[in-house]
């Protein structure tokens, strides 16, 4: 038996690759049936965040049927694959991608021994998006790279900067620019990474404001408001 375990070991199949492998097909069936076909359910579940995404599919839903105007933005794209999903739902938004595409930058706290997110860059995220129409890159650190957007309006904004300071500056920048009835999502709410930097900026910036968090049970615990 530790043979066998090590050599799944080894293939990359842990226990809780096993236990998703398992457990996915049941739970393509009661994803959203209302709203989503059998070949759709299966996607947003081999996305391995069914929660997070079928969320996400939702407000795009709602962003259509408003309608409500404004672009897409992404803050923290890594690979691409929430940015795939975006443009593949609706290819005519303009979608805005703000990343370093090398990492954590060194004026974020809690980075000098954080080297996640480094294998990346411009070029595989486009390339695995595939279709270019309505993108934009803004390379850099936030909010240097939103630089010349001031006028800009926006209808969903996904934040998953994962530390502290760009949180907290992209909400400052995006707020204001949301249409209202527009999302803000925020990733990592309720995870402690970054002694819970995600969650300590959305509730100082939302302090005093009229709206509040909504949490969401995903796989790294996100969290969302409607501007009003």
Known sequence: MSRIRDWLGQKGFNRAKMDWLFFR???SK??????LSKEQRRAIVSTGDPIRYGTVFLAL???SRSPIPGSFAECGVYKGAMSKFLHGMLPDRQLFLFDTF???DSRDSDTHSD????DTSVERVLRYIGDKSNIQIRKG???ESAA???AERFSLVMIDFDKYEPTLAALQFFYPRVSPGGFIFVHDYSSPESDWACSRALNAFLSGKPEKPVLVPDAWGSALFRKL
């Open 141 to 143: 650190y936030f909010p």
């Open 30 to 35: 009661w994803l959203m049936i209302p709203y």
């Open 25 to 27: 097909r049941i739970a």
């Open 115 to 118: 080297a996640r997110f480094r």
């Open 61 to 63: 839903e709602e962003i």
């Open 102 to 104: 090398r990492g954590f």
């Open 148 to 150: 010349g957007l001031e």
